[in-house]
């Protein structure tokens, strides 16, 4: 019965231990001039704020959007938190874009 015990302990400290980011519903509004960062086949949309908070831009595959590098953005999305290129950013998923 310890056995049994220390096993089940075992098994429940390492599901607890999961390093899987967890995304969140956070619905957020965000300012911001649009690039296109990263090298040909992995580039991808970013928003930089005036704060330089960065974030990766998601969108649905009917929703995919083309932006003028000079212009200012303002994103409505959800936000989660993800890998991007070895390093941990924020990626919205794009509901509403506005100039």
């Known amino acids: 019965m310890r056995l049994f015990s220390l096993l089940v302990s075992i098994v429940l400290l ?3 231990t999961s390093t899987a980011p967890r995304p969140t519903a956070d619905t957020i509004t965000v300012e911001g001039q649009v690039s296109m960062r990263g090298n040909e086949p992995f580039a991808t949309y970013m928003l930089e704020t005036d704060n330089q908070n960065l ?3 998601t969108f649905d ?3 995919e959007q083309t932006f003028t590098t000079a212009s200012r953005y303002r994103l ?5 938190a993800d890998l991007w290129n070895g390093r941990r950013l924020a990626h919205l998923r794009v509901l509403t874009v506005e100039m």
């Open 55 to 57: 974030y990766v831009l």
């Open 14 to 16: 390492a599901a607890c």
């Open 61 to 63: 595959e009917d929703q």
């Open 76 to 80: 409505t999305g959800t936000v989660s």
